[in-house]
């Protein structure tokens, strides 16, 4: 049976002192449980005091750079999260893509970068409003899918836990209905057993993401493909994330 993995994505929210404060109130609320991975991902600046402070919450970056050092300014490479035992990283966020140009390209290297390394890539993928109204999801993503697990051998790729985000539930409160966000979770794991086999695709994790909130995760998370979510806005407030991981 594959776990369930819960991750906050805090995006460019929260200083340190108030990242501290929430682990204070949260992770010893958190209820024990050895099929959920509960996370979020912090800001550079509160990773190394969240790791600290979590006993149960896994604390995740929200990006990386795939070099292991050199001239990029204003970069974290990845033996800068090593060294601060950060183990998950978000990579390819539709707000990266669309705003830092992140392509698949830089995507795929991440994810080499970090499996190369024992860590784990969290890999978004997911559709414009555009796309999804002309109804090319399905190609959309799987394409992103192709590029993003490039190189990745069938070992490593069981590994990555794959996001799908549609954009356009993405911060709206539109959140597409269950059987939407099931419909294109399955075709990413027909994909990855089209691009390895049956035995990765049955393994490997993928959430759901886009305005998931305490009120709708069960729905989400009771489909037959997705295995948890990535929720940004609702993972802010201490309640509301507890509502979110403590959902049974
Ligand atoms: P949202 O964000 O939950 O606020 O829609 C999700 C995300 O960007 O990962």
Request: proline letters at 3%; aromatic letters at 6%.
């Amino acid at each position: 049976m594959r776990k369930q993995i819960i991750i906050g994505n805090w995006k460019m929210y929260k200083t340190n002192s108030e990242a501290l404060n929430f682990i204070k109130e949260v992770d010893s609320k958190i209820v024990k449980n050895s099929n959920l991975i509960a996370g979020i991902g912090v800001p550079f600046t509160a990773l190394s005091d969240a790791k600290k402070a979590a006993k149960n919450l896994v604390i995740a970056a929200e990006n990386v750079h795939f070099e292991k050092e050199g001239a990029y300014t204003g970069e974290i490479s990845i033996p800068m999260l090593k060294d601060l035992n950060v183990e998950y990283v978000i990579i390819g966020h539709s707000e990266r893509r669309e705003m830092f140009n992140e392509t698949d390209e830089t995507v795929n290297k991440k994810a080499l970068a970090l499996l190369a390394n024992n860590m784990i890539p969290v890999l978004c993928c997911g559709e414009s409003l555009e796309i999804f109204e002309a109804k090319k999801t399905k190609e959309w993503v799987e394409n992103q899918i192709t590029k993003g697990f490039n190189q990745i051998s069938a070992a490593d790729a069981k590994k990555v836990v794959i996001a799908y985000e549609p954009i356009w539930a993405i911060g709206t409160g539109k959140v597409a209905t269950p059987e939407i966000a099931q419909e294109i979770c399955k075709i990413v794991r027909e994909k990855i057993a089209s691009l390895y086999n049956q035995d990765v695709a049955n393994e490997i994790l993928i959430q759901y993401g886009g305005s998931v909130k305490p009120e709708n995760i069960k729905e989400i998370l009771n489909q037959a493909d997705i295995d948890g979510a990535l929720v940004g806005g609702a993972s802010l407030i201490p309640d509301s994330y507890l509502g979110l991981v403590n959902f049974k």
